[in-house]
């Protein structure tokens, strides 16, 4: 009786063992930023299983997770220039799987997508963009050629894959390259400072003349003036008045017609320094 007993004790162990195994192969979760893709006995299922908890065939069916969420990769494209010079670029790719491609990129492309997919048609776009650009062209529009790399390569691509962004990280040339990029850019700097000291002094010279101009024309309104007012001069000295009287002094002993303006104080001290 006790090794019958016994006996039953292990097999409903062994039953509640196997159930739970069942269980829990029946049953599977998605953690957020995946979705499943459900596979029998070799056959895929068409349609993906969402994030959280579900129930599947025990033993016979399995959850493959495939991540959704934006990743970020690293590569390196080296390219050449329309002046045949290396140009070495580092990149820096944004991609994300679609919902929609889950289960096609897992049945028809075999390890990281990124890899079969992503990184040989940037690196084949980007060496197209810049076989349009000269070495010099290439460093100083380094934005427009990223925008043309990522119009192409989202073509290439197509809509199995998303490629959010390329980011070029940095951009290689040749020592020689460089020194003579940098020659180049220093005697434009210094051909741009001397065409704007020329255009300074041009301007200064045109003011000078322009104020000459003014200068003789308000010479000649104040002739014509004089000519057709004589009363200005009149009004032009008592604008210029300090307020002391006068004294009008004939200027000739033999009778002439000059005279002399004389103010009284002045004419007070020639009269003491005459007693």
């Not at 049953?27 to 070799?42: A, D, H, I, M």
């Not at 210094?190 to 200064?204: P, R, V």
């Not at 009149?234 to 004939?250: M, T, Y």
């Amino acid at each position: 009786m006790r090794a019958q007993t016994i006996a039953k004790l292990i097999g409903v162990a062994i039953l509640l063992f196997v159930l739970l195994i069942a269980i829990a192969s029946g049953s599977y979760v998605v953690q957020p930023g995946f979705r499943g893709v459900e596979v029998t006995l070799g056959k895929v299922s068409p349609v993906f299983k969402p994030e959280g908890f579900g129930l599947k065939k025990p033993f016979i069916t399995t959850i493959v997770p495939v991540l959704i969420r934006q990743q970020t990769r690293e590569i390196h494209a080296p390219c050449y220039s329309a002046d045949l010079q290396q140009v070495n670029m580092e990149l820096r790719v944004l991609y994300r799987i679609p919902e929609s491609s889950v289960v096609t990129i897992y049945q028809n492309y075999a390890g990281d997508p990124f890899d079969s997919l992503i990184a040989p048609r940037v690196q084949e776009a980007l060496k197209e963009v810049t076989a349009m650009q000269s070495a010099e062209q290439i460093v100083k529009n380094r934005e427009e050629i990223k925008t043309k790399a990522v119009a192409s390569a989202r073509l290439k691509v197509g809509t199995i894959l998303v490629v959010e962004d390329v980011v070029i990280q940095n951009i290689d040339l040749t020592k020689e390259l460089e020194t003579a990029i940098e020659a180049k850019m220093v005697q434009e700097q210094e051909a741009a400072k001397a065409k704007f000291t020329q255009q300074k002094a041009q301007i200064e010279a045109d003011t000078v003349v322009i104020k000459a101009k003014g200068d003789a024309e308000s010479i000649r309104i104040r002739g014509e003036a004089l000519k057709q007012t004589p009363a200005f001069i009149d009004l032009q000295i008592v604008e210029k008045w300090d307020g002391k009287a006068p004294l009008v002094v004939n200027g000739s002993s033999t009778g002439g017609s000059a005279n002399i303006l004389l103010p009284l104080a002045d004419l007070e001290k020639q009269r003491a320094n005459s007693r």
